[in-house]
Each structure stands twice: as structure tokens, then as C-alpha cells.
């Protein structure tokens, strides 16, 4: 990449291309872990976001191509345990695994697994929200990818993976208030290497058990989707693979999902590409699906083996809708966060506001519980990266507030972190480049606002920006390969702390994020 960030790929496309037809991903970025369920004319999603707050992303579509965030599940990870609180954030990679959503007595149902804490259930009359609090309903670690499931007669099941004990798949009854699990009832049904992504559906008769699992396949161990067939819930099961999976340099293992019929009878496939590595995360797909035999495929079977193959396009489901729009820019005026946004682990209630100063984000600095270590930072707010040929995020800062060894500015991390930024010391407000604690210093700063950006190409290649006046703007820091880190893809958003005390704040005026599948190249 040269140091003005001319993207040169024609590749980058993604989504609804405003013809009637669709390219895979449908969304390029970080939706892991998905479940999908259709409630008349509405296609909902729901995500995992592991450590980050609010939790359990929810995702709306009325064509399965177009996805928009709408809202979260869980409004505070410390209903699941304290090692999600500011001062601890303990919990890297854990937190609010793969779940399942379901509509059940006129309400949505989300459950989920967190590894360290146990199962919980939230439920709520609309899939935007509110949902109650979370309920607890078994403390345990070592299991996850849990699905319920109601039968005719109304009996509640839930099947579950207990990764711990050799990846045994367990089918639990549950209570009728769908609050508890009957752990006497417990049967395990299915036991293989990695078995997890548990779905469980009943069609034309037939209970089908959806999941995936690691298989040899050309020489390498790859993820493959399975799913078992039975007349009787408790089997015995006949057993199906959906689709070949290739790996990385294929197909980037498409996995983890969900089955949804459209009211018009046909069959398709929410999932992500599990591979992970990318800077972007595991991106969302849809594949259609088609029936033979009474076994579903999952993609195209272009050989005639039975076994469908990943596909990076097709015709749209439903025509008629809006393509979506990836990024929300926001100027804050909101008094609540919008929905793309998600904190780094449960943050400080007392250190950030929407309303102390109408039309910003104020961020209060605050002391890390470890001041060498960045992800210690208590109130660090971002959102997912994309992968398209540009991505341009511009923030306005307001920083007559900050004080002596306060620092403010824009991030990326991942597995590791970069940030431009503010640093107050010696009374003078100073540019900083810090990757990773490689740090540069740039001129001092003495105006009242700064103009903060990142830019970055389809590859991951980022570099920072910055401009006294927002129009000028100047290269600062070297290239930054945005990375994968933590099963998150790479995230994008501002921080704000102190090195040494609880003093200082800034004002975020607007943070702008543009993509697209154009070229672009910086202002340098």
C-alpha cells in the first residue's frame, strides 16, 4: 500500500447491487455467530458480541439481503457476572456467545450460553426492545450454542453443547414457563469432534438437529455443517453433510446459522463465514437452500453429490427494498446511544453523557485499572469495521476540557490496538501515534478542536489523519494493518482516560464513518 491509500482492487462488493440481485457477504463486517427467525413479513437476526456492551445484537430485514441494527439484548453485561465491569474487564473473548431467537407465545425469546457463567434468557414483545432482564437460568461454565425449541403439544426442549466434556450435544426439557431447564430430562443425542451451532426445527414431520462440526476434508480439519434427521425427537437419527467446506483460500468456512422459509415457500441460510483471521471479522451470508430427498442443501450442488457449494451471489429473495446503508453517522443528538454502537466491556454509568452538553458525547477521563494497558480503558466506545474498497471515519473532538496527563482520540484495536490521539502533559497538548506502545509525537496542539481520521482499504491498511480546521487535513503515524483479535474483527471508535486521575473530559461533536465500493485516496 503507498502512504496515500489508493485502493486500486475492483473487489469490495458486497450486498444488494440494485438490479435483483445479491453478492455474498450481505453484510462485510463483524455479525457472528447469527440465528434468524421470519414473523410475518419481518426477518429478524441476532448476533454475538462476546465482551463488548450492550450485548446480543439484534438485526432487522424485510428482504434477507438489507440488514439494520435495531437493538441489543442485554443492557449491562454485569447482570452476567462482575468480570465485565470497567475496573475488572476480565472477559476478552468470552461473554455473550452464539444464542438463539425464537417467537413463543407472542413474544421473542432469546437464549444464550456465556463459557464462564452459564445459560441465561431474555424475552421482550418487540425484537427492538425492551427486553427484561436477564433471567439466570443454570450457572455452569463449559457450554454453549444452545437452541429451544416447542413441540405441537407445546412441550419446551433446549439443546446445547457442553464443550467441556468432548463437545457431548445434550437435549433438555424445559419448564413451561420456559424459565428452567429440567436437567433430569437430559439426553444426549449427538457427540463428535467440535459438535456445537445447535439448531433445532421441526418440517414436514421430521425433527431436524442442525449443527457443525470438524471433519477432515482435503487434507486440512475444517468446520462442516451437518444436520440429523429423525422421526421421533430422541432419534434414532440419520445424519447429512449441507455443505463442502473448502477453507480459508475457498470459502473462509461458512458455518454458523440459521434455516428461514419466506412466506413464499422458499428456503434459505443466514450464516458467517467462521473462518477467522480477517481484520473484518466473520461477515454475514445467505445461501439459498433447496430440498431433495427430504435433506435440505445449503448453497448450490454443482457436481450432483448431494452437497451443496458456497455461492457468492444470486437473485435477490424479495425485491422492493432499500439497500443498507452499512454506516450511521452520528452528531449525537440523540439522547440514547443508536444501536451501531457498543462499549469495550460494561462502562462507567457516571462517565459519559448524551445529555450534559446537547449534540455531543461527552466522555469523562478516568483511571485505568491497569494504566499501561490500553484495554483497560474503562469507557472506550466503537462499532464493527467493514471490509470495502474505502472506509473514511472522521471525528470532531472539543478538547478545552482535558487536563494534565489526560489523552482523547480515535482507535482501532483488535488482538492488538492503534490509536491518534491527545496527550496532555508538561501543560501542553501534544499529537500522539501509539501502536501497540510504539508511540510517535507529533507537533503540540492549541486550538480548542481537533479533527481526528482514519482511512483504510480493502486490504486493512490504515492510516490516521489529523486537521486543525476540517478541511486540511495531514498524514500522522505509520500504516496500521488493522487485525482479527479475540473472535472480534477489528473495531473502529473513540477513547478517553487519564494516566494518573479522575480529571478531564471531552466533547465529541460528530463521529462520521463513510464506505463504499469507489476508490479513495487521502488528502495528503
Known amino acids: 500500500m503507498e502512504k496515500d491509500c489508493v485502493i486500486l482492487s475492483n473487489k469490495g462488493k458486497w450486498g444488494d447491487q440494485g438490479d435483483g440481485t445479491y453478492v455474498n457477504p450481505v453484510l462485510p463486517g463483524d455479525y457472528s455467530d447469527p440465528d434468524v427467525i421470519r414473523v410475518g413479513e419481518d426477518y429478524y437476526c441476532i448476533s454475538s458480541t462476546l465482551h463488548c456492551s450492550p450485548g446480543m445484537a439484534v438485526l432487522h430485514s424485510k428482504d434477507l439481503v438489507n440488514w439494520s441494527v435495531i437493538g441489543h439484548v442485554v443492557d449491562d453485561l454485569t447482570q452476567i457476572g462482575p468480570e465485565y465491569r470497567h475496573d475488572q474487564m476480565n472477559r476478552y473473548g468470552r461473554g455473550v456467545w452464539a444464542g438463539a431467537i425464537r417467537f413463543h407465545r407472542k413474544k421473542y425469546w432469546v437464549y444464550f450460553f456465556t463459557p464462564d457463567e452459564g445459560l441465561f434468557v431474555s424475552t421482550a414483545f418487540h425484537p427492538s426492545g425492551p427486553w427484561e432482564p436477564l433471567h439466570h437460568m443454570w450457572e455452569t461454565a463449559g457450554w454453549d450454542d444452545c437452541c429451544p425449541f416447542w413441540d405441537d403439544d407445546g412441550q419446551g426442549y433446549l439443546v446445547a453443547t457442553n464443550f467441556a466434556d468432548d463437545y457431548k450435544i445434550h437435549l433438555f426439557k424445559l419448564s413451561d414457563d420456559g424459565k428452567s431447564l429440567l436437567h433430569d ?18 418440517i414436514s414431520g421430521y425433527y431436524f438437529l442442525f449443527h457443525s462440526e470438524v471433519r477432515r476434508e482435503s487434507g486440512q480439519d475444517v468446520r462442516v455443517v451437518m444436520m440429523m434427521r429423525s422421526k421421533r425427537l430422541y432419534g434414532p437419527y440419520e445424519e447429512k453433510e449441507l455443505i463442502h467446506t473448502h477453507g480459508v483460500e475457498v470459502d473462509r468456512e461458512p458455518n454458523q446459522g440459521g434455516l428461514v422459509q419466506t412466506p ?4 434459505y441460510f443466514i450464516g458467517h463465514q467462521g473462518t477467522g483471521g480477517y481484520f473484518e471479522g466473520r461477515t454475514l451470508h445467505l445461501l439459498p437452500v433447496s430440498w431433495v430427498d427430504g435433506w435440505p442443501i445449503i448453497g448450490e450442488d454443482t457436481d450432483g453429490d448431494g452437497i451443496g457449494e458456497m ?20 452528531d449525537f443528538e440523540s439522547p440514547i446511544l443508536r444501536p451501531h454502537w457498543e462499549w469495550n466491556h460494561q462502562p462507567r454509568a457516571d462517565k459519559w453523557s448524551l445529555t450534559e452538553r446537547a449534540g455531543y458525547l461527552r466522555l469523562y477521563a478516568c483511571l485505568p485499572s491497569d494504566k499501561y494497558d490500553f484495554f483497560k480503558v474503562c469507557n472506550t466506545l466503537s462499532q464493527r469495521v467493514f471490509r470495502v474498497n474505502y472506509n473514511i471515519v472522521t471525528a470532531k473532538f472539543d478538547i478545552s476540557g482535558m487536563v494534565e496527563d489526560q489523552e482523547a482520540g480515535l482507535c482501532h484495536f483488535g488482538q492488538t490496538y492503534c490509536t491518534i490521539g491527545i496527550h496532555q502533559r508538561q501543560e501542553t497538548r501534544v499529537l500522539k501515534y501509539n501502536n501497540s506502545g510504539a508511540i510517535q509525537w507529533g507537533p503540540s496542539i492549541s486550538s480548542s478542536f481537533i479533527w481526528l481520521r482514519s482511512i483504510w482499504n480493502l486490504h486493512g491498511e490504515n492510516l490516521f489523519e489529523y486537521s486543525l480546521d476540517g478541511e486540511q487535513f495531514i498524514s500522522f503515524g505509520e500504516i496500521y494493518p488493522l487485525g482479527w483479535g479475540h473472535y472480534r474483527g477489528d473495531r473502529v471508535g473513540v477513547y478517553n482516560f487519564n494516566h494518573e486521575r479522575e ?5 465529541v461533536d460528530n463521529f462520521n464513518y463513510e464506505s463504499g465500493t469507489d476508490t479513495v485516496q487521502s488528502s495528503e
Open 185 to 202: 430430562s437430559a439426553v444426549v443425542v449427538h457427540q463428535f469432534k467440535g459438535s456445537e451451532a445447535s439448531k433445532l426445527y421441526k
Open 264 to 267: 413464499t415457500g422458499e428456503w
Open 311 to 330: 455461492v457468492w451471489g444470486g437473485t435477490k429473495p424479495i425485491n422492493g427494498y432499500n439497500k443498507t446503508i452499512l454506516t450511521v453517522n452520528d
Open 503 to 507: 480529571q478531564g473530559y471531552v466533547d
